[in-house]
């Protein structure tokens, strides 16, 4: 129900733009989110928003570099990465929450999510 896409080989230091669609949603947004996994590592939270405040959340590795956006009539939400390092390569998922919690860093909190799309960052 999530689509995913925007990875891709990129050099160190540049930039891409990943985005996530939710086309003919029947469900409720709470937030949605990106997490990424790395070879061999664990699943890690990136960013999240909430949907109809725009609160926004990121991981400490990547404030300063990376930012999310939505777009609520388009029901899609965006990362913008910049300065990439090689630290950032790994699979991206996006990810959708539908009512609150406390936290919007836990992956299990989540309830829908795209199939991913590889970033790949070469120094």
């Known amino acids: 129900q999530l689509q995913a896409s925007g990875g891709g080989l990129v050099q160190a230091g540049g930039s891409l733009r990943l985005s996530c669609a939710a086309p003919?949603?029947?469900?409720?947004?709470?937030?949605m989110a990106w997490f990424r996994q790395a070879p061999e590592k664990e699943r890690e939270f990136v960013a999240a928003?909430?949907?109809?405040?725009?609160?926004?959340y990121y991981a400490d590795s990547v404030k300063g570099r990376f930012t999310i956006s939505r777009d609520n009539a388009k029901n899609t939400a965006s990362l913008q990465m910049n300065n990439l390092k090689d630290e950032d390569t790994g699979v991206y998922y996006c990810?959708?929450?539908?009512?609150?919690?406390?936290?919007?860093?836990?992956?299990?909190?989540?309830?829908?999510w795209g199939q991913g799309t590889l970033v790949t960052v070469s120094s």
């Open positions: 928003i909430t949907w109809s405040g725009g609160a926004l």
């Open positions: 990810a959708v929450k539908r009512y609150y919690s406390d936290t919007l860093s836990s992956s299990t909190r989540y309830d829908y």
């Open positions: 003919g949603r029947t469900f409720g947004i709470y937030a």
